[in-house]
């Protein structure tokens, strides 16, 4: 049974920065598509970030372009998200989520996506 659980996330001034990690059990990442997910409060759940199984393409959402990096590391069955420059508008619950049908390309689409984790919480202030 595949199993998420998301880290690093916390209290972070404008202009940080934070590495989140999403670690996998139960299955091998390496051949789905991983995607990292935010809901802010009185918001809607949105795509922030996806890589595709082999690394090869990205998605990313605009407001987040050139700040945040995915990337993945399959020998520790890992996914993570570099988060530079923070804003307070980056404040908001992020999760990580896979896509069940192997090899797939990245994909923002929320539908698309199987298995999540619980969420770790990331606020941004001074």
């Known amino acids: 049974q595949l199993q998420l659980v998301e880290s690093g996330g916390g209290l972070v001034q404008p202009g940080g920065s934070l590495r989140l990690s999403c670690a996998a059990s139960?299955?091998?990442?390496?051949?789905?598509?991983v995607g990292w997910f935010r809901q802010a409060p009185g918001k809607e759940r949105e795509g922030v970030a996806s890589i595709s199984s082999g690394g090869r393409t990205t998605a990313y959402v605009d407001s987040v372009k050139g700040r945040f990096t995915i990337s993945r590391d399959n020998t520790k069955n890992t996914i993570y998200l570099q988060m530079n420059s923070l804003k307070a508008e980056d404040t908001a619950v992020y999760s990580c989520?896979?896509?069940?049908?192997?090899?797939?390309?990245?994909?923002?689409?929320?539908?698309?996506?199987?298995?999540w984790g619980q969420g770790t919480r990331v606020t941004v202030s001074s």
């Open positions: 139960g299955i091998p990442l390496d051949r789905f598509t």
């Open positions: 989520a896979v896509e069940l049908d192997p090899f797939q390309g990245a994909t923002l689409n929320l539908d698309a996506y199987d298995s």
